[in-house]
């Protein structure tokens, strides 16, 4: 582990671990640790190569201690064709098909730099499958600790890389077995257990940082704003932290707008900001409910989201299912196969002012979200060896 200090943002307390601020929650606020801003003075943004071990240092580790890689970040801008002409970051195209590499490659080198042998990650989705990528990059044990929601594709990802994954009834009695498996066998936590979630933890976090810096590079003065799929805000957090840092080193003019896409059923960040005033806005929880975006919604704006959208003058949106779902149809037609969640984003980036270039960040590969393809499509058509069963065919899928 590293010697800097973790600090809560809103009371400024230090603190430690991934359980957030002990004394913000005891006031009713969920909020995250984080580690002092990286300063980026005299660093040369044209020239950094991208990913969260880039800039060496910005995710700190012991001097003598390696970074875990696997070709994570540096995604492609896409610009989708159409009037609204939004960007697409396509996370989808990092080693395991999401954002959460840079995440993982951060915690899974922090760990090991500590000298842990086994991490644990509590996830039902996109999580799961990288912290089992990344820690058998780095040669530790791996157990994922799940529900039985689990999607079968992050399952087989999962085994692939000869983690262990181990389901349970529910969230509660998972986050029950991960923190005894902390507390009493001393595994490295790779992500949040306690609920509500506070959010990640802090030193996979300032991985997240790379989305800044690579937008910044990239798009420069001109982005507008960023539209960040929300949970528990780790992303949204990350970027926000990585455009503070870039501004306060003169390396970008101002932060873009941050926003974060929610799904009509489980916007908690869009009901806290139609509260009047922060201490309202900072105690939202409510019901979480379960929609086919299965990475995000959630039930509790998290602080440091909060924090994010409020310093960037920024907003939340909420997308009803049937519009994202469309959306994820609309840009797969255009050869961008995104997880649902990303599409959320996509919908809500079209519904924002033009006022400088608007990205969306697609937080993942729609090969995430096959069955919910496949779920309405006809079976498979199967014709012998002639052209006319061929046209046939074709007349009869596409009208052409
Ligand atoms: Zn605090």
């Given at each position: ?10 009371c400024g ?20 640790l ?41 995604t ?34 922090t ?20 912290a ?10 791996c ?13 087989a ?50 991985g ?26 780790d992303?949204?957090a ?8 870039l ?31 922060r ?43 049937a ?5 994820q ?41 096959i ?19 061929l ?10």
């Amino acid at each position: 582990m590293t010697d800097q200090t973790l600090r809560c943002p809103r009371c400024g307390r230090d603190g430690t671990g991934t359980a957030g601020c002990p004394a913000c929650r005891a006031d009713g606020v969920a909020v995250n640790l984080e580690l002092p801003l990286a300063d980026l003075r005299g660093r040369d943004l044209a020239s950094y190569p991208g990913g969260p071990w880039g800039w060496p240092g910005t995710v700190p580790l012991p001097p003598d201690a390696d970074p875990v890689a696997l070709g994570e970040g540096n995604t492609p801008n896409v610009r989708l064709e159409d009037p609204a002409g939004v960007w697409v970051k396509n996370e989808g195209a990092n080693p395991t098909h999401t954002h959460k590499d840079r995440y993982m490659a951060a915690a899974v080198a922090t760990a090991r730099a500590g000298g842990s042998t086994t991490v644990i990650a509590a996830s039902s989705g996109n999580a799961g499958a990288s912290a089992a990528a990344y820690a058998a990059r780095a040669g530790l044990r791996c157990i994922v600790v799940t529900t039985s929601s689990l999607p079968p594709v992050i399952h087989a990802q999962i085994l692939a890389a000869g983690a262990v994954v181990v389901g349970f009834p529910d969230s509660v009695a998972r986050n029950n077995v991960m923190r005894r498996a902390v507390d009493e066998l001393g595994w490295f936590p790779l992500t949040n257990y306690v609920e509500p979630g506070a959010g990640g933890h802090p030193h996979a976090v300032e991985g997240l940082k790379s989305v800044a810096y690579e937008l910044a590079r990239d798009l420069g003065d001109s982005l507008g704003a960023v539209v960040v799929p929300t949970s528990r805000a780790d992303l949204l957090a990350g970027i926000g932290r990585g455009f503070k840092e870039l501004v306060a080193a003169g390396l970008l003019r101002a932060a873009p707008r941050l926003v974060a896409a929610e799904p009509s059923a489980s916007a908690a960040y869009v009901r806290a900001l139609a509260k009047t005033g922060r201490p309202a806005q900072e105690r939202t929880e409510i019901p979480y409910v379960s929609t086919a975006a299965f990475s995000i919604g959630s039930d509790v704006a998290n602080w440091q989201g909060l924090q994010a959208l409020w310093d960037s003058g920024g907003s939340a949106v909420a997308v009803d299912e049937a519009d994202f779902l469309a959306e994820q149809r609309g840009a797969a037609a255009q050869g961008l196969f995104l997880e649902a969640s990303s599409a959320v984003a996509v919908a809500a980036a079209r519904r924002l002012p033009a006022d400088g270039a608007v990205v969306a960040i697609g937080t993942a590969s729609g090969v995430k979200d096959i069955d919910l393809v496949l779920r309405d499509a006809p079976p498979l058509p199967v014709i012998g060896e002639s052209l006319t069963q061929l046209r046939e065919l074709l007349q009869r899928v596409s009208g052409r």
